[in-house]
């Protein structure tokens, strides 16, 4: 079992740059493909990146391709999302995710969730 922390969030204007980052717990982080995703208010929650367990494969929703970067570092179970040029439509509570082994890359399915982050954008 893994545990998920989001941290980072916050308000920002339009044009700015947020940097999330995604704590994991355990000693198998490594095992785990991580995924970003964001719901908006009333909105359904979305994929927006994705990371193999080395970094090799890397994947994008096409809304947030060039403006944000995931990343991860494994010595310390985290992954990160950097997110630049932000947009008042990029508001909305941000997850990471983590699938364990999944048969598909990016995953369909994801095993754990964390609380979530509120990113705020300012227009």
């Known amino acids: 079992q893994v545990q998920l922390v989001e941290s980072g969030g916050g308000l920002v204007q339009a044009g700015g740059s947020l940097r999330l980052s995604c704590a994991a717990s355990g000693r198998t982080f490594s095992s785990y493909v991580m995924g970003w995703f964001r719901q908006a208010s009333a909105m359904e929650r979305e994929f927006v990146a994705a990371?193999?367990?080395?970094?090799?494969?890397?994947y994008y929703a096409r809304s947030v391709k060039v403006r944000f970067t995931i990343s991860r570092d494994n010595a310390k179970n985290t992954v990160y999302l950097q997110m630049n040029s932000l947009k008042p439509e990029d508001t909305a509570v941000y997850y990471c995710?983590?699938?364990?082994?999944?048969?598909?890359?990016?995953?369909?399915?994801?095993?754990?969730w964390g609380q979530g982050t509120q990113v705020t954008v300012s227009s």
């Open positions: 995710a983590a699938a364990l082994y999944p048969p598909e890359l990016p995953p369909r399915e994801y095993d754990y």
């Open positions: 990371i193999s367990w080395s970094g090799g494969a890397i």
